[in-house]
């Protein structure tokens, strides 16, 4: 299955109001019948949500006065101003508008639109917020949790990543999160093969597509990486400068939308390459893959609960092969029952630790107590 080719040129509390006289807001609010449209996400992830449709009309950018400042009612209690950066624009296949959040340091809105469709991040320090098409004119506007940054981190196991790749496959891994799916491990077999194809791509004049050198395909690239496929299927962007904006324009579109939330892939590879002199400049390219033999994928282990002020843990499991950073701010208490098992690696961080009687630590197993 191949995404279709898309090409382009180039915890802090935050309250903000709209001040009087900015634009509309970008969101129009829908009947609360229109939620049953939205489909199930994974609630511990998504902290709430609302149906709405877009003022397309506040994104029209052959208008004299263009759209350098949005309105983002996002929520009753969350409304920002966003100004523009900059727009990079698409051939035939969408805009996006990139800005930040006035007054709002560190903050970013990358929203990529095309014929009736809009997906968007609106992120700042203490807060992550989501826009997704669903059907015909409904979008979705959702709040995300925060510490589903951390926990999607984990399945970015390869040690040779660029920063923009390892941001590419966090992001496709807290899509599939939100989405209840499981999270893909990067394969550096697929990280060579999506490299080889972005650095193709960016040699060719006016090129972003899925056949690549000699004619190769996508899976013909990955076989030739060494990694041996039951499954295989491809993204390829080109011009969007950073990895949101590449993520955002892949959810925007149905066909790459399904490849990020398909539910067979356990692996996946991002190469990005960049070209000032080439027609694009920025190239992506993101494989997934299943290995042959494979049926169901690994499962990576998950962690207890175990961080808050004070943290009392009784008849809880630490898992084999997982990591596990526990930290409250007052205290720990390492009660009856606790176990951790072999090759489990685990780190208890407060001023006081207290081990009880009744803990057991297996052979192979790594505590770190750090006060």
Known sequence: MLGYCLVALSSVSVTAQTPEGDPPGLFTALPLKEASRLGPV?????????????????????????????????????TFIALLDRIEKGCGLGHAWIGHLDGIEDSDVTLVFKDGRLSGTIIFPGGHFEVRHVENLVHEIREIALDLMSETLRAVACTDLLSQESQSITLVNQERAANSLHLLACDQRLVNSSRGHSAYMSTQAGYCSHPGAGGSSPSQRMTDAGYTWNFAAENVACGFSTAQAAHNAWMNSSGHR??????????????????????????????????SGVTVCPVDPVCPECSGSTVTLNNVTFPRDATCNCVATISITIGTGVTIEEDATVTFQAPIVTIQSGFHAQNGSTVTISQ
């Open 42 to 78: 994974n609630e511990s992830l998504v902290i709430r949500r609302r149906p709405c449709q877009i003022n397309f009309k506040m994104l029209a950018l052959d208008q004299e006065d263009k759209a350098y400042r949005l309105s983002l009612n996002l929520f009753a209690d969350k």
């Open 258 to 291: 399904a490849n990020i939330l398909h539910s067979t892939p356990c692996d996946i590879g991002v190469g990005y390459a960049y070209d000032a002199g080439s027609t694009y400049r920025y190239y992506w390219t993101q494989n997934f893959g299943r290995l």
